[in-house]
């Protein structure tokens, strides 16, 4: 049995998918199971990580888990996982946590550091998977494409490689449900390093209209997510797009090597997501 946690998210809803499709024994862990619409052969359990210690029900029988970051969770995690006999864990990482830091850079990288840190001590198997930006950041341009052809945010030139959620699903599968991935760590990277003003457009290709992307001061932009996002995480993300500005972002081949097929390109994503602009 497979246990998927953020099965209501964008990369745990594709692991469930992908798990279901090649006829694995899954269930789903979501706060609020009712919220959401599963496949009839997942079990699902209500049940909260920031609470890991109540988790004992959904990890029963459990062989592997699909773990989604929750600040703070890992030592009660790892605990409740020993008690279960849980064997191997995936962990979905971020790409911000820095192996050579001796404080990790920002918030992001720091919560995510101290779940890795906890299942390295752990003797379960864990693999940890580290991806770059998210293409489905970019859903938060929607309402503008929807409103207009201008996509007005920070940091035209900010660059990254940015990845398509499924294929973090299946290296996340391949590791789940394959040997030889036990203490690994995958950096997951779309094909290519793009700007956000190249992003845009690029989506306004897959749309079938020019689109472009116009530059608004940071602390315009800050003011207006604030309403969203908590300050210390809006402040590590406006800081990590002003360091990427000017730089090329490295990619990886770990999506080929554990998928067998070339990571999707930000064009792929677009037009897998066009309805959605
Ligand atoms: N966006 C990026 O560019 C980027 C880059 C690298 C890494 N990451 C990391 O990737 C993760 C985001 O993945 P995603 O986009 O697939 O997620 P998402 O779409 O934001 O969905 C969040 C998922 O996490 C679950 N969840 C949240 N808090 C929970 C809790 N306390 N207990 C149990 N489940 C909880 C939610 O489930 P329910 O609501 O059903 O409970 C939902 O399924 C984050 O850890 C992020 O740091 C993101």
Redesign the pocket.
Known sequence: MILV?????????HVLALLVASGHDVRA????PQ??AWPAEVGVVA????DPAALAAALAGVESVFL???PG?GPAFVAAAQRAGIRRVVL?????VDDEAEVQDGP?AAY?AEIEQALRGSGLAWTFL?????A??TLMWAGQTKAGDVIRGAYAEAASAPVH?ADIAAVAVAALTEDGHSGQVYRLTGPESLTHAEQAAILGRALGRPIRYEELPAETVSQEMSAHVPAPILDDILATWAAAVGRTAPTTADVEKLTGRPARSYHDWAHDHAAAF
């Open positions: 946690t953020g099965a209501t998210g964008n990369v745990g809803g862990l979501s706060r609020s919220a959401a049940g909260d990580l920031a989604f970051a929750v969770s979905l990482s971020s790409g911000a992001i995510h580290r991806p770059d930006v998210f489905a950041n959620e």
